[in-house]
């Protein structure tokens, strides 16, 4: 792992920076290209227009590691009220869920009844539920509560990061399972002893983690800007003869967006990861640590 990715993901925990950017009119600026906007309002609006262009849609309602519980409730309100709203707006969209933000730090039951909560109320409307992946303390459970409630809902589906070496048994069950998958590198600080450090070695696994969720998935979802991945899926669903109905491409707003059309071009399905919220700093460090371009595009407005 760089030096510059270390870094920036470290500082992506350091309240001092936040209270910083938050504060500072360029930085709030720059943020727009990652961000929909504060509100929910603004994230619909964005929403109507990525789906004029044939893009489908992602919401995520930014947040993490709650420890109030009326946060938690508040925050699962809002993910349900969106997905609501959204389809009654006939937008193409489902929504994005983290459970720390449900308050998995106070206890799995906490964040479990409200993940239910709105995968019930997605599912009146239609829509479907995929729980993002955290940091790798919370994988296990993560993972239990999914496949817990998939048992009953089928709209619900989880995140698998190809950094994590446990990747390949995860995705191995959930293909057994029949849970849907949206496989990503990890944009996390994970010790070595748990997760692939090099860029390579991610790629080379997000490969064998492509062969399975090809030959055994239930509808994946390939979550990666980077084009020799891409290409890895391409090929791979050709010779596997998967019809580009069963898989989609995923990625993030305002990242290779010459990329996006040029997929959606050529007939693939491609869903826009699209985040609102006022507690998007940590999401936005994670964007800038993983592509320095994306860097350099803050330290330019900053400059301005």
């Given at each position: 792992?760089?030096?510059?990715?270390?870094?920036?993901?470290f500082?992506?925990?350091?309240?001092?920076?936040?209270?910083?950017?938050?504060?500072?009119?360029?930085?709030?600026?720059?943020?727009r290209?990652?961000?929909?906007?504060?509100?929910?309002?603004?994230?619909?609006?964005?929403?109507?227009?990525?789906?004029?262009?044939g893009?489908?849609?992602?919401?995520?309602?930014?947040?993490?590691e709650?420890?109030?519980?009326?946060?938690?409730?508040?925050?699962?309100?809002?993910?349900?009220?969106?997905?609501?709203?959204?389809?009654?707006?006939?937008?193409?969209?489902?929504?994005?869920?983290?459970?720390?933000?449900?308050?998995?730090?106070?206890?799995?039951?906490?964040?479990?009844?409200?993940?239910?909560d709105?995968?019930?109320?997605?599912?009146?409307?239609?829509?479907?539920?995929?729980?993002?992946?955290?940091?790798?303390?919370?994988?296990?459970?993560?993972?239990?509560?999914?496949e817990g409630?998939?048992?009953?809902?089928?709209?619900?589906?989880?995140?698998?990061?190809?950094?994590?070496?446990?990747?390949?048994?995860?995705?191995?069950?959930?293909?057994?399972?029949?849970?849907?998958?949206?496989?990503?590198?990890?944009?996390?600080?994970?010790?070595?002893?748990?997760?692939?450090?090099?860029?390579?070695?991610?790629?080379?696994?997000?490969?064998?983690?492509?062969?399975?969720?090809?030959?055994?998935?239930?509808?994946?979802?390939?979550?990666?800007?980077?084009e020799?991945?891409?290409?890895?899926?391409?090929?791979?669903?050709?010779?596997?003869?998967?019809?580009?109905?069963?898989?989609?491409?995923?990625?993030?707003?305002?990242?290779?967006?010459?990329?996006?059309?040029?997929?959606?071009?050529?007939?693939?399905?491609?869903?826009?990861?699209?985040p609102?919220?006022?507690?998007?700093?940590?999401?936005?460090?994670?964007?800038?640590?993983?592509?320095?371009?994306?860097?350099?595009?803050?330290?330019?407005?900053?400059?301005?």
């Amino acid at each position: 792992m760089s030096l510059l990715r270390q870094t920036l993901l470290f500082l992506s925990q350091r309240q001092n920076l936040e209270d910083f950017l938050k504060q500072n009119p360029l930085a709030l600026k720059a943020r727009r290209r990652f961000v929909a906007g504060d509100t929910r309002e603004e994230a619909l609006a964005v929403t109507r227009e990525l789906n004029q262009e044939g893009f489908v849609v992602t919401l995520d309602f930014l947040g993490e590691e709650v420890t109030d519980p009326a946060q938690a409730e508040a925050a699962a309100e809002e993910y349900a009220g969106a997905i609501e709203e959204a389809a009654g707006k006939d937008l193409d969209t489902g929504i994005s869920v983290k459970l720390s933000h449900l308050g998995l730090r106070l206890d799995r039951e906490t964040a479990r009844k409200h993940l239910t909560d709105i995968v019930r109320r997605a599912a009146a409307v239609d829509r479907f539920v995929r729980v993002d992946m955290e940091g790798a303390d919370l994988t296990k459970a993560t993972l239990e509560v999914v496949e817990g409630l998939h048992h009953d809902y089928d709209n619900i589906g989880a995140v698998i990061q190809a950094y994590l070496r446990r990747s390949d048994a995860d995705i191995k069950r959930l293909n057994a399972e029949r849970v849907s998958v949206r496989l990503v590198k990890g944009a996390y600080l994970e010790p070595e002893e748990i997760a692939f450090q090099e860029p390579g070695e991610v790629a080379l696994y997000y490969m064998r983690l492509t062969e399975r969720l090809i030959y055994r998935g239930t509808k994946p979802a390939f979550a990666t800007h980077d084009e020799t991945l891409i290409d890895f899926v391409i090929d791979l669903a050709d010779i596997f003869g998967f019809d580009k109905s069963n898989f989609e491409f995923q990625m993030l707003y305002g990242i290779r967006r010459d990329l996006q059309r040029d997929l959606l071009e050529k007939g693939y399905r491609v869903r826009i990861y699209l985040p609102y919220g006022e507690d998007w700093y940590g999401y936005f460090m994670r964007r800038l640590a993983e592509r320095p371009a994306n860097l350099w595009f803050l330290l330019r407005h900053l400059k301005e």
